[in-house]
């Protein structure tokens, strides 16, 4: 019979052992959710092995049918967390549509989520440009030369493609694409949940209330 590629529920021998040798977490700020998000980041920058910008962004289509993918948080302020994109890719045309998304950072490391849902706007073009200006070359030309989301016949299409951007710009800068620019999540609630032994977990949400928060705990 073959390995199972589910893993058992931990025991409760397995789970004592786990409070045993655990540190006591550290108390949940609840007056500001972009203070206590930035503070788990910076935790996540430091024991994450990659990646600890990543997260999960949901969509809609037109039809209503969700959507899910990860991409990289590239700005955090007061005003949303910020994220870039080929404009004609799926998730560029169901934002087009439907300007609401829901977030989803998953720290395995440090076995902490965090999940944002607001509404979404178009960043500036200035910021685009200043976002673009900091990305590899490489990276500028594969942006030219992808068709982000649409049928590709061969890898080989898309490199040679990619070599033609680069005799195109030759060694000047290259321009940000006008189908490339980002997304600003203006978050409406956070819910910020942290792993306690026998699935015992804390889970607190922050809801947006005039120019404040208000907030609850919720049963794990």
Do not use: C
Request: aromatic share 10%; no cysteine.
């Amino acid at each position: 019979m073959s390995e199972p590629l589910i893993p058992p529920s931990p025991s409760e021998d397995e789970y004592v052992r786990q409070v045993a040798s655990a540190e006591p977490p550290p108390p949940m700020a609840e007056d500001d959710p972009f203070a206590l998000f930035a503070s788990w980041l910076r935790e996540a920058v430091e024991r994450e092995p990659n990646d600890a910008n990543a997260m999960a962004l949901a969509t809609v289509d037109e039809g209503g049918m969700p959507d899910v993918r990860m991409v990289l948080l590239k700005d955090v302020d007061p005003a949303g967390f910020v994220f870039y994109t080929n404009l004609e890719s799926a998730k560029g045309r169901q934002l087009a549509g439907h300007p609401k998304a829901a977030l989803l950072f998953h720290w395995k490391s440090l076995r902490r989520q965090v999940r944002v849902r607001g509404t979404v706007s178009s960043v500036t073009p200035q910021e685009a440009d200043e976002y673009w200006a900091t990305r590899a070359r490489p990276a500028q030309l594969g942006a030219w030369a992808s068709d982000q989301s649409r049928p590709l016949p061969e890898r080989g299409a898309f490199e040679k493609r990619i070599a033609q951007m680069g005799l195109k710009f030759g060694l000047g800068k290259v321009p940000r694409p006008p189908n490339w620019s980002g997304f600003r999540v203006a978050p409406a609630s956070f819910e910020f949940w942290r792993d306690r032994p026998f699935r015992l977990h804390d889970r607190l949400v922050f809801e947006k209330s005039g120019a404040g928060w208000t907030t609850q705990r919720l049963y794990p």
